[in-house]
């Protein structure tokens, strides 16, 4: 009954509101998990700037345990949501003991990494001992229980998958409000606790995931009356792999661009300072916040076109493209003014140094002035993936990230300073919004 009414509310419901309420949850949802490092940054920079840096140089593998773990749900919805569909019940079971697998086993991965990996990690970034100190231990609380991110994403998509997406907010807002309720109890040492800095801060950030990962388990198994989480009647499917990952590789890859992008950044910006990476961290994480909002959007945009593509209702589908243009073009220019006017309050966030002023004020007014380009970037490059031509998506995602923007970006910096450096971002995202703008318009055509 359930996945009839999605049916009948993707190809009737008027298209503005099926997109805000489709991604409205979702937004949400993911804006709390940026808060995660937010706060732990915030609390971390009244440490010290060597704090901070250290956090900072973490944040990369974050990055990519999470693109690791919403890129593997994505294949794991695509295929729990296609088997309600076919009222497959105990195929989907089945699937779902598979992702929460799935789950410990990529946590178990990133834990062996984080021991055994850490230090050669960060020192490729800096040889400051007193960082490198934090960062490790910081890397290593994080990826020992990284199972709990990995699950409790699985948990999210089983929400979003059975139609019950609001629920997706208590569990991330949980897990949020007590990461936020810990991180200075932790790190200052409050109500007689030691102080534990930098570790403090980790212990937070996994404490607040675990309780995030067991309230999804609780409303997964008292709420979600279609499933059952029973180990029992688990029966291991290589088919059922294949096809999570044959989805979910892909999605892998196009959110660890980011990850990677930010990994190659730090490395141009090391010569510079330290502060210079802090610097980078701080704006990553505040354009985070636009960034996720833009994701939820696009995350809601691809089903309904997909949906309404199959259907044939090729006025929905450009309908819903150009409302979701309007919104993120909104979004980001909102976004725009707000790093332009309000630079140094957001900087003062973090307990800007005058170093990290002289550094962070012209970088986030410079680096705002892309960020409409980017807003368009996305949408279209998640249009593009909705309508099977997911290789203009990955190549104007790899573009914008990677291959024009980082070897720019050295050019600039090296040639000239590090404010012209930022340029990079304004010129890269600008080319390639001009570049999807053109491959959309003669895409329309054949829709």
Not at 9 to 27: N, Q
Not at 147 to 168: D, H, L, P, S
Not at 179 to 187: G, K, T, V
Request: charged fraction near 10%.
């Amino acid at each position: 009954m359930e996945t009839l009414v999605e049916q009948n509310k993707m190809e009737h419901m008027e298209i503005k509101k099926l997109v805000v309420t489709m991604s409205l949850p979702i937004i949400i949802s993911m804006i709390i998990q940026a808060l995660y490092n937010i706060v732990d940054s915030i609390f971390v920079a009244k440490i010290s700037s060597d704090a901070l840096t250290a956090v900072s140089l973490c944040y990369p593998v974050q990055t990519i345990m999470v693109s690791v773990a919403c890129g593997t749900a994505v294949g794991f919805n695509t295929l729990l949501a296609r088997y309600l569909g076919e009222k497959k019940f105990k195929e989907a079971n089945n699937t779902v003991v598979h992702g929460i697998l799935l789950g410990l086993l990529n946590g178990l991965i990133f834990a062996l990494l984080g021991i055994f990996f850490s230090n050669a990690f960060l020192s490729a970034f800096t040889k400051n001992q007193e960082i490198l100190a934090m960062g490790n231990i910081y890397i290593k609380i994080c990826t020992l229980l990284s199972f709990t991110i990995f699950v409790q994403i699985i948990f999210e998509r089983i929400m979003q998958a059975t139609g019950n997406a609001i629920y997706n907010m208590v569990m991330q807002g949980a897990g949020a409000i007590i990461n936020i309720i810990l991180d200075p109890i932790f790190i200052f040492g409050l109500f007689g606790l030691p102080k534990m800095g930098v570790t403090g801060a980790a212990i937070a950030t996994v404490i607040g995931q675990f309780c995030a990962m067991l309230i999804g388990y609780l409303i997964t198994k008292v709420k979600i009356k279609d499933l059952e989480v029973k180990f029992s009647n688990f029966s291991f499917s290589s088919s059922i792999l294949k096809k999570i990952y044959k989805v979910g590789f892909p999605a892998i890859l196009m959110q660890s661009v980011l990850s990677f992008m930010t990994v190659f950044m730090n490395m141009i910006l090391a010569p510079f300072s330290d502060i210079a990476i802090s610097v980078f961290s701080v704006y990553y994480k505040l354009q985070n916040f636009l960034n996720m909002a833009v994701l939820g959007i696009t995350n809601a945009l691809i089903p309904i076109i997909a949906y309404n593509y199959g259907a044939k209702r090729f006025d929905r589908v450009q309908k819903s493209i150009q409302f979701s243009l309007v919104l993120s073009i909104v979004i980001m220019a909102i976004g725009m003014l707000v790093f332009r006017i309000f630079a140094r309050p957001l900087m003062a966030l973090f307990s800007a140094t005058d170093e990290m002023y002289a550094i962070g004020i012209p970088a986030l007014k410079i680096i705002s002035l892309s960020f409409i380009f980017a807003g368009i970037n996305v949408v279209l490059c998640s249009a593009f993936q909705a309508l099977n031509h997911a290789n203009t998506s990955l190549f104007i995602t790899l573009a914008r990230q990677l291959v024009f923007l980082l070897p720019l970006t050295y050019f600039l910096m090296h040639q000239f300073d590090i404010n012209t450096g930022w340029y990079a971002f304004v010129l890269t995202e600008g080319v390639c919004a001009i570049f999807a703008c053109i491959y959309y318009r003669k895409l329309k055509q054949s829709i």
